[in-house]
């Protein structure tokens, strides 16, 4: 979620019919909506998106009982932690698949896992990987898929973990249950499907829900990529894809710079397809398509 806000594709749609219905969304109003999402989020959201905003917003004012917008700034005014996930949730779209941009993982399999889990084994050291902007946990599942497979070819006993953060409340609670359509697997091989899926029956026919074994391999924790990260690291790789590409320059300058401080000489960020760290920073260089690795 984002992220901050955003993972993949979001917040990209024209405004629900739902826009026309509720309290209207006023220039004061939409200005300090504007700036806090900005400052908290470090997302610009444009005139074009005013109507958008407004309609998914009169959810959020009918769940708190406001009657208007005036009162649901004052509420972040108040209590912006609180409220800060709810309203990226409201204004999000996530749009994300298991195994998008398929060369990433490919070029984890063939390269990058096996040379890590035999220095690891050698060094008796951990593997960490982080994806930042997990949304409904599609991408880290995918990397825990792969990561399991790796382990098991090289049958060494490695602390390995996936971390995954969102923003969104709604996007973490589908991701911490790892339950999915079964048309969301279209990026998922057959034989993936059978070892890595356990299908639903009754009530929940044509529903899967994620081996536990993934579940053992990826823990889920709510983070403000803008804030105060917790975690130290490092991280031997960071999957942040489709989330600053709706960053300015300054924040996509300060936030490489702080994945540059949790990535190890060597370490390698993953980028979504439509974007670069072109001018953005020099701690990395480009080694393949969206794959850039940190310098000595």
Same mark, same amino acid.
């Given at each position: 979620?984002?992220?901050?806000?955003?993972?993949?594709?979001?917040?990209?749609?024209?405004?629900?019919?739902?826009?026309?219905?509720?309290?209207?969304?006023?220039?004061?109003?939409?200005?300090?909506?504007?700036?806090?999402?900005?400052?908290?989020?470090?997302?610009?959201?444009?005139?074009?998106?005013?109507?958008?905003?407004?309609?998914?917003?009169?959810?959020?004012?009918?769940?708190?009982?406001? @009657?208007?917008?005036?009162?649901?700034? !004052?509420?972040? &005014? =108040?209590?912006?932690?609180?409220?800060? /996930? +709810?309203?990226?949730?409201?204004?999000?779209?996530?749009?994300?698949?298991?195994?998008?941009?398929?060369?990433?993982?490919?070029?984890?399999?063939?390269?990058?896992?096996?040379?890590?889990?035999?220095?690891?084994?050698?060094?008796?050291?951990?593997?960490?990987?982080?994806?930042?902007?997990?949304?409904?946990?599609?991408?880290?599942?995918?990397?825990?898929?792969?990561?399991?497979?790796?382990?098991?070819?090289?049958?060494?006993?490695?602390?390995?973990?996936?971390?995954?953060?969102?923003?969104?409340?709604?996007?973490?609670?589908?991701?911490?249950?790892?339950?999915?359509?079964?048309? @969301?697997?279209?990026?998922?091989?057959? !034989?993936?499907? &059978? =070892?890595?899926?356990?299908?639903?029956? /009754? +009530?929940?026919?044509?529903?899967?829900?994620?081996?536990?074994?993934?579940?053992?391999?990826?823990?889920?924790?709510?983070?403000?990529?803008?804030?105060?990260?917790?975690?130290?690291?490092?991280?031997?790789?960071?999957?942040?894809?489709?989330?600053?590409?709706?960053?300015?320059?300054?924040?996509?300058?300060?936030?490489?710079?702080?994945?540059?401080?949790?990535?190890?000489?060597?370490?390698?960020?993953?980028?979504?397809?439509?974007?670069?760290?072109?001018?953005?920073?020099?701690?990395?260089?480009?080694?393949?398509?969206?794959?850039?690795?940190?310098?000595?």
């Amino acid at each position: 979620m984002a992220v901050p806000v955003m993972n993949d594709d979001r917040v990209t749609a024209g405004a629900p019919a739902s826009a026309l219905n509720g309290p209207s969304l006023g220039d004061a109003e939409f200005e300090f909506l504007r700036r806090f999402v900005y400052d908290q989020c470090g997302i610009a959201l444009s005139e074009q998106k005013r109507q958008l905003v407004q309609g998914r917003l009169q959810r959020r004012l009918r769940a708190l009982r406001l @009657r208007d917008f005036a009162d649901y700034c !004052e509420v972040l &005014k =108040r209590e912006p932690e609180a409220e800060l /996930g +709810e309203l990226a949730s409201a204004i999000s779209t996530n749009v994300t698949a298991f195994f998008r941009e398929m060369h990433h993982y490919d070029l984890l399999v063939e390269k990058l896992l096996p040379e890590w889990l035999e220095h690891k084994r050698r060094q008796g050291d951990r593997l960490r990987i982080w994806s930042a902007g997990c949304s409904t946990g599609e991408e880290p599942y995918a990397l825990a898929m792969v990561l399991a497979e790796a382990l098991e070819r090289s049958g060494a006993s490695i602390d390995a973990k996936i971390l995954a953060t969102d923003l969104s409340p709604q996007a973490l609670e589908a991701a911490r249950k790892g339950v999915y359509a079964v048309d @969301r697997l279209g990026g998922v091989s057959d !034989e993936r499907r &059978k =070892r890595w899926f356990l299908r639903g029956q /009754g +009530e929940y026919e044509g529903l899967v829900s994620v081996h536990p074994r993934l579940r053992e391999l990826v823990t889920i924790l709510p983070l403000n990529l803008l804030h105060d990260w917790p975690m130290q690291g490092p991280f031997d790789a960071i999957f942040c894809r489709n989330v600053v590409i709706y960053f300015d320059k300054p924040t996509k300058e300060k936030l490489f710079a702080r994945y540059a401080q949790m990535l190890p000489a060597g370490g390698y960020l993953f980028l979504g397809h439509s974007e670069s760290m072109h001018g953005l920073s020099n701690d990395f260089e480009l080694i393949g398509r969206t794959v850039y690795r940190k310098r000595p």
